[in-house]
C-alpha cells in the first residue's frame, strides 16, 4: 500500500521532474560545457578546457561590468527597498488611501521594463522631460545630461529600475505590516510608544521576514538587470554602465564570441547563486535572532 | 475505482507530456502539389522605416518565377536580427534565403551555415572592391547588394539662412561654414553618439580622407605591422575634439542622444544645420519637405576634396541546409540583375556592388555619388581589422576621449588593441 502510494507519487512528481530537467539541468550542464569550447554559436565546437575562463582573467571589460554590477545592485537594494518601506510605512497609517495609492504605486510594474526604458530614455535626453521639468520649476541650474556623464549614467539607469519596483517591495512591506498582531501596536501605543520609537522597537523586529524576502528579490533581479541599461545607454558612455548580462548578450550575439559570451553567464549564474545565498542566510539568521 | 482513477491521472499526465514533447518540430517552406515551391527569405531591410522598395522587388520575382512563392519576413535590424537567426540556423530553421552583411556571413559561413555561391553566374561580375567583403577561405558566400555611404547631411534650407549655399568640402569651409550657421541663431550640428557608433563613424570617415588620401594601402600596412594609429590617425580624433573646442557641438549633451531613434527625427525636424549618419536614411529625410544633401565627411585640406566613406552593406546568403536550394539560388540571381537591384539602390542612395552595375542618380546624393564615381572613396574594412567587436570598442574608448577621461594617445594605443584583437 505504502509503496503503491510512493509509486503514485513519482509518477505525479515525474512531468516536472522531466522538464525541470529537459529546460534548467540540460541546458545548465550544455552552457557549462559551451563556455569550455571555442563555439562561434554553431555546430563547430572544440574543447579548450579553461581557456574562457582564463581570457576573462585578463578582461578589464569584465571586471569593470562585474564592479558595475555590484554597484548597481547595491545602490537599488538600498533604496528600492529603503522607499518601498517609507511608502508601506505611509499607507499602513492612511488606511482611507491604502488600497488607492497602493494600486498607484504598483502600476509602474505593469509596464513592460522595454517600454519602459524607451520611455525614460525620452525624459532622459538632454531636452526631454526631467531637464524640462527642473526648466518649469525654475531649477535651469540643475539640468543635466543624465544619460550621457559618466558620474550619472549608471544611477540615472538604477533610478529607473527603483521606480519601477519600489510599489513591489511597497506591497510586500505592507503586507507584513498588515498581519502584525493588532494587540501589540495597541500595547506599545498604551506604553506611549510612537513614532520612531513604534518603528524601531516594534515594526522593524516584525518586518524582518518581509525585508529577507524583498531584499533577496531585489538583488537578485538588480544583479540580473538587462533591459534597462540595453535600451537607455547600451553599456555607454564609455562602458560607464557595461554590466555582466550586456557583455554576455554583446558577445554571444554582437561579438561573435558565443563561448566567451557563456563563459561570462556562467559567472554571472554563480555571482547571483553567491550574493543572493549569502544575503538571505544572514537575513534569516537575523530573522531567528530576533 | 480509486486506483483507477489514480492509474487514469497517471495516464492522461504521461500522454500529454509525450504528445507536447512530440509537437516539437516542423518545416518552414516546400513544395506544394503543383510543382509550386515557396522560399522562405529573412531580411532586416524591407519593413519598418526601410521598406528599400522590397516588396516591390519580390512582386517582380514571383511574377518571372510563377512556380517560386516568396514568404518574406522582415525582422528588425542589428542585435535583434542576429538573436533570431542564430537560434533559427543552429536548429536548422531560418530562411532559405538570408540577409547578411560582412560580419555576419564570416561568423555563419564559418559555423558552414551558408552555401558556397562561388559558382554562381553573377559572382564573376561583382566589383573586386565588393567582393573581399562577400568572401571568406577563397569562397563566395554572399551576394553584395549594396555599397552604401555613410557621411554629412546638410539641411540646404538652414544653410541658405546663413548665407551658405554648397555643402562643404574641406576641414577650414567646414568650421567656417559651423561659425556662419551658429551666427545665424542655428543648433550648427547634431552628432548623436548615444551608442557609441557615431563617433567611431566620424573618426573613421575623416580618417578616409586624412589617412587614405596619403597611403591608400594604410589597410594592409596595419595588417602587415607597418601602420599604426598612433603615428597616423591624430587627426581624424582631433576633428572631433575642434568640433567641441569651437563651441559647434558638446559631446556630453550629444552622448545622452540616440543615435537612431531620436537622431533622425531631431534633424527632420529641422533641429540642426548638419548631421552625420548614413545613406540608407536619405529616403525617411526626404520626406521632411526641406532640401537636403549628403555628401562625404569634409576632412580634407583646405582646397582639396574629400573621400566618401563607404561601407559594404546588406548581401544575400542560401542557407546551406535549405530544401528549396535551387529556387533560393534563382532567388539572389534575380536580385544580382541592374534592373531589379536599381530599384533597391534607388531606395538606399548606395552604389552598385557589380562590375557595369546601375547605380541610380538623385540629387540629394550628388556630391557623395560624384567622389565615388572620381575615385575618391575608401570601404570601410568591416571584414578584417574593423570588425563589429573592434567597432564598438572603438566607439566607446571615443566617447572616454570625448568626456576628458582619456587622452588621445591612450584612445588611439586602445583603438590599436582593439584592432589588432583576433
Known amino acids: 500500500m505504502f509503496h503503491r502510494r510512493r509509486a503514485t507519487m513519482a509518477a505525479f512528481l515525474l512531468p516536472a521532474i522531466v522538464v525541470y530537467g529537459v529546460f534548467m539541468l540540460y541546458p545548465l550542464a550544455r552552457g557549462v560545457y559551451l563556455s569550455m569550447t571555442d563555439s562561434l554559436g554553431g555546430p563547430i565546437a572544440n574543447f579548450v578546457g579553461t581557456q574562457q575562463y582564463r581570457a576573462m582573467a585578463d578582461d578589464p571589460a569584465v571586471t569593470d561590468a562585474l564592479w558595475h554590477t555590484v554597484l548597481y545592485a547595491a545602490v537599488v537594494v538600498v533604496v528600492q527597498n529603503g522607499l518601498g518601506l517609507l511608502f508601506a510605512s505611509m499607507l499602513f497609517r492612511r488606511p482611507k488611501v491604502r488600497k488607492v495609492l497602493n494600486v498607484v504605486l504598483l502600476t509602474p510594474t505593469l509596464i513592460s521594463p522595454v517600454m519602459a526604458a524607451f520611455i525614460w530614455s525620452y525624459l532622459f535626453a538632454p531636452t526631454g522631460g526631467i531637464n524640462a521639468l527642473l526648466d518649469l520649476v525654475g531649477l535651469h541650474g540643475l539640468n543635466h545630461v543624465w544619460l550621457g556623464d559618466t558620474s550619472t549614467a549608471l544611477y540615472s539607469v538604477a533610478a529607473v529600475n527603483i521606480w519601477m519596483f519600489t510599489g513591489y517591495s511597497c506591497a510586500i512591506f505592507l503586507a507584513s505590516y498588515m498581519s502584525m498582531p493588532t494587540e501589540l501596536l ?70 561573435g564570441k558565443f563561448a ?22 544572514l537575513l534569516r539568521l537575523r530573522e531567528r535572532r530576533i | 475505482m480509486k486506483r483507477s482513477g489514480r492509474c487514469l491521472a497517471v495516464a492522461t499526465t504521461v500522454a500529454a507530456m509525450a504528445m507536447s514533447l512530440a509537437a516539437c518540430g516542423g518545416g518552414s517552406s516546400g513544395a506544394s ?97 565588393a567582393k573581399q567583403f562577400a568572401q571568406a577561405d577563397g569562397k563566395t558566400l554572399a551576394m553584395p547588394m549594396e555599397l552604401i555611404g555613410i557621411g554629412l547631411y546638410a539641411n540646404m534650407d538652414l544653410l541658405k539662412k546663413a548665407g551658405i549655399t554648397e555643402v562643404p568640402a574641406d576641414w577650414p569651409t567646414f568650421l567656417a561654414d559651423l561659425a556662419k550657421v551658429k551666427k545665424a541663431g542655428i543648433d550648427p550640428i547634431a552628432l548623436p553618439d548615444k551608442s557609441g557608433w557615431t563617433g567611431s563613424s566620424v573618426f573613421q570617415a575623416a580618417g578616409s580622407t586624412v589617412v587614405y588620401q596619403k597611403n591608400k594601402q594604410w589597410d594592409a600596412d596595419f595588417l602587415d605591422g607597418k601602420a599604426s594609429f598612433a603615428s597616423d590617425w591624430k587627426e581624424p580624433l582631433q576633428q572631433l575634439k575642434t568640433l567641441e573646442d569651437e563651441g559647434y557641438v558638446d559631446w556630453k549633451n550629444q552622448l545622452g542622444v540616440d543615435e537612431w531613434a531620436q537622431g533622425p527625427q531631431d534633424f527632420s525636424a529641422g533641429k540642426s544645420a548638419f548631421w552625420y549618419q548614413g545613406a540608407w536614411q536619405v529616403s525617411n529625410v526626404k520626406k521632411a519637405g526641406f532640401p537636403v544633401s549628403f555628401a562625404p565627411w569634409p576632412g580634407a585640406a583646405a582646397g582639396a576634396k574629400p573621400n566618401g566613406m563607404l561601407f559594404a552593406g546588406t548581401m544575400w546568403s542560401v542557407n546551406s541546409q535549405s530544401k528549396q536550394g535551387d529556387a533560393a539560388r534563382e532567388y539572389v540571381k534575380f536580385w544580382s540583375q541592374n534592373q531589379n537591384l536599381s530599384k533597391y539602390l534607388e531606395a538606399e542612395h548606395a552604389e552598385s556592388p557589380f562590375i557595369s552595375g546601375l547605380t541610380p542618380e538623385s540629387t540629394e546624393t550628388t556630391a557623395f555619388t560624384t567622389a565615388f564615381k572620381e575615385g575618391r572613396y575608401r570601404i570601410l574594412p568591416s571584414n578584417s581589422w574593423y570588425a563589429a567587436a573592434a567597432e564598438t570598442t572603438t566607439g566607446s574608448k571615443i566617447q572616454a576621449y570625448l568626456l576628458g577621461k582619456a587622452s588621445a594617445a591612450q584612445t588611439l594605443k586602445d583603438i590599436q588593441t582593439a584592432a589588432s584583437a583576433k
Open chain 1, 260 to 281: 566567451y559570451g557563456v563563459a561570462l553567464s556562467v559567472v554571472l549564474l554563480v555571482t547571483v547563486v553567491v550574493l543572493s545565498s549569502a544575503t538571505s542566510s
Open chain 1, 186 to 255: 495597541e500595547a506599545a501605543a498604551l506604553d506611549g510608544a510612537s513614532g520612531w520609537r513604534r518603528f524601531v522597537s516594534i515594526e522593524w523586529p516584525l518586518l524582518a521576514p518581509a525585508l529577507t524576502v524583498n531584499v533577496t528579490l531585489s538583488l537578485i533581479g538588480s544583479l540580473k538587470v538587462f533591459e534597462f541599461p540595453l535600451v537607455l545607454t547600451n553599456g555607454g558612455p564609455a562602458g560607464a554602465t557595461d554590466t555582466l548580462t550586456l557583455l554576455v548578450y554583446r558577445n554571444v550575439f554582437g561579438g
Open chain 2, 33 to 129: 502539389a503543383d510543382g509550386t515551391v515557396t522560399i522562405h527569405v529573412q531580411a532586416w531591410k524591407g519593413g519598418g522605416a526601410e521598406p528599400a522598395n522590397v516588396a516591390e522587388i519580390n512582386k517582380a520575382f514571383e511574377k518571372a518565377n510563377p512556380k517560386i512563392k516568396v514568404d518574406f519576413e522582415y525582422i528588425t535590424a542589428n542585435d535583434t536580427y542576429t538573436q533570431k537567426l542564430q537560434p533559427e540556423l543552429l536548429g536548422g530553421k531560418a530562411g532559405d534565403v538570408i540577409m547578411v552583411d560582412t560580419d555576419r556571413m564570416k561568423k555563419w559561413g564559418a559555423s558552414g551555415y551558408l552555401a558556397d555561391l562561388s559558382g554562381e553566374s553573377w559572382a564573376s561580375r561583382v566589383t573586386p572592391d
